[in-house]
T-cell receptor, first 113, second 109 residues
Framework: KAGVTQTPRYLIKTRGQQVTLSCSPI?????VSWYQQTPGQGLQFLFE???????NKGNFPGRFSGRQFSNSRSEMNVSTLELGDSALYLC????????????FGPGTRLTVT | EDQVTQSPEALRLQEGESSSLNCSYT??????LFWYRQDPGKGPEFLFT???AGEEKEKERLKATLTKKESFLHITAPKPEDSATYLC??????????FGKGTRLHILP
């Protein structure tokens, strides 16, 4: 089975711009979660989608949003980028009710200048 | 508030020197505890799931154990390729998953 894929792998954006990241889960996984990882804060949960509906949400401002499509692929969007948004953004998929462990993609490294 | 604390933050060991990493948690009902390994520049790789106190899981040189308040990841006779950041995460009854900040493990040859 193919793993979780994320595109793009690297991005450089300027403050004030917006960005969209994409994630394709493992085939058959309908849950997709997004995390922000920084050296100081570790892995912080952004949100989880299941069957195109947001199931859970972390404590991030409304500039961070996401969506999921009928094929379980997911996108997250960050508007009005700030320097502090520079991070590794990780996507993870899981098969709800079967082990519940998450499988992560390689991440998108976002740098905001 | 649900919380996961990992210790130590960093650990340097000689090759062959066994040790343990700790993951302490407070959560409103534990559905599962997960261990992951993360190499630099990569996403975390799933290692183990533990569901109840007393449970143990093993994989090569790694063994994970679980009590009602903490989990240990024991590393026996580590090799340099075991160097990585090890992450612990807990899943609460409300299905939220909380990660610890990880332990950076460095095995010296």
């Amino acid at each position: 089975k193919a793993g979780v894929t994320q595109t793009p792998r690297y991005l450089i954006k300027t403050r004030g711009q917006q960005v969209t990241l994409s994630c394709s889960p493992i085939s058959g996984h309908r849950s997709v979660s997004w995390y922000q990882q920084t050296p100081g804060q570790g892995l912080q949960f952004l949100f989880e989608y299941f069957s195109e509906t947001q199931r859970n949400k972390g404590n991030f401002p409304g500039r961070f949003s996401g969506r999921q499509f009928s094929n379980s692929r997911s996108e997250m969007n960050v508007s009005t980028l700030e320097l502090g948004d520079s991070a590794l953004y990780l996507c993870a998929s899981r098969h709800l009710g079967q082990g519940n462990e998450q499988y992560f993609g390689p991440g998108t490294r976002l740098t905001v200048t | 508030e649900d919380q996961v604390t990992q210790s130590p933050e960093a650990l340097r060991l000689q090759e062959g020197e066994s040790s343990s990493l700790n993951c302490s948690y407070t959560v409103s009902g534990l559905r599962g505890l997960f261990w992951y390994r993360q190499d630099p520049g990569k996403g975390p790789e799933f290692l183990f799931t533990l569901y109840s106190a007393g449970e143990e899981k093993e994989k090569e040189r790694l063994k994970a154990t679980l009590t009602k308040k903490e989990s240990f990841l024991h590393i026996t006779a580590p090799k340099p390729e075991d160097s990585a950041t090890y992450l612990c995460a807990v899943q609460a009854f409300n299905d939220k998953i909380i990660f610890g900040k990880g332990t950076r493990l460095h095995i010296l040859p």
